[in-house]
């Protein structure tokens, strides 16, 4: 059982920066592998960036490479997205998701918090 919350968005303008952070419930964190999703209205859930358990492997989307970095600690329950550079299109609600088995899919991971919304202004 994870609990996920969530925390940093909000409205920021083109080509600024943006810092979002979760936090995680329980002593298992360690265990999960971590993503950053982002929905925006009518479109699926989509893939950011994910991080495996112990921070040493990371994968991103290839809209965000460059401009995204992941980072997690463990001893914290925390796992945080820095987004630079950023652009209208990153305009969405982001989500802080754990799994079990390694996944670049939303469809695949158990749990997810509230979600935070950031938007970009052109």
């Known amino acids: 059982q994870l609990q996920l919350v969530e925390s940093g968005g909000g409205l920021v303008q083109a080509g600024g920066s943006l810092r979002l952070s979760c936090t995680a419930s329980?002593?298992?964190?360690?265990?999960?592998?971590m993503g950053w999703f982002r929905q925006a209205p009518g479109s699926e859930r989509a893939v950011v960036g994910v991080i495996s358990r112990s921070a040493g492997y990371t994968y991103y989307a290839d809209s965000v490479k460059g401009r995204v970095t992941i980072t997690r600690d463990n001893d914290k329950n925390k796992v945080n997205l820095e987004m630079r550079s950023l652009k209208p299109e990153d305009t969405a609600v982001y989500y802080c998701?754990?799994?079990?088995?390694?996944?670049?899919?939303?469809?695949?991971?158990?749990?997810w918090g509230q979600g935070t919304q950031v938007t970009v202004s052109s």
């Open positions: 998701e754990g799994t079990s088995v390694w996944s670049t899919t939303s469809t695949n991971y158990q749990y």
């Open positions: 329980g002593r298992t964190f360690s265990t999960y592998h």
